[in-house]
């Protein structure tokens, strides 16, 4: 089933990143902004999760779907980054790219425009261990 929420069509498509350095405040205060007429998607590294490891809020999941890495609660890393996709795109148009990483995900767009994939990658500035 399709839930894509109907809005105009628009020509352009636009990426919210920021890392939250796992601040709820910075977390309210980016939904209060993230306007889901305005963005497509939000990269967000080192975002706030709540004590079982899920970002939430109260009307976080009426605009945008939450995707987490795929080895997301699976290891003994914290999830390091998060996607939000807004879900008037629809679900047939994206898919989740598994890549066992709690700093690195990505997701393949498919349009008029042909093929795109986005990558949204946490790298500790005191390590390069992500890129290994």
């Given amino acids: 089933m399709d839930n894509t929420i109907n809005a105009p069509i628009r020509d352009d498509f636009k990426i919210w990143q920021q890392n939250l350095r796992k ?16 963005y497509d998607l939000a990269c967000i590294q080192e975002p706030y999760l709540n004590p079982v490891n899920l970002a939430n809020a109260s009307n976080l999941r009426s605009y945008w779907d939450v995707i987490y890495p795929s ?43 042909g093929k795109v994939r986005i990558y949204n990658i946490y790298n ?8 290994h």
């Avoid at 790219?97 to 990505?106: F, R, T």
């Fill in 23 to 38: 601040s709820p405040n910075a977390w309210e205060h980016m939904l209060k902004n993230l306007d889901p007429e305005k």
């Fill in 124 to 131: 500790p500035c005191d390590s390069d261990h992500t890129l």
């Fill in 71 to 113: 080895n997301h609660n699976s290891g003994a890393h914290r999830t390091q980054v998060i996607m939000l996709v807004n879900k008037r795109l629809s679900k047939n148009n994206w898919h989740i790219i598994p890549i066992k990483s709690p700093n690195v995900m990505a997701i393949e767009l498919t349009g008029q425009f």
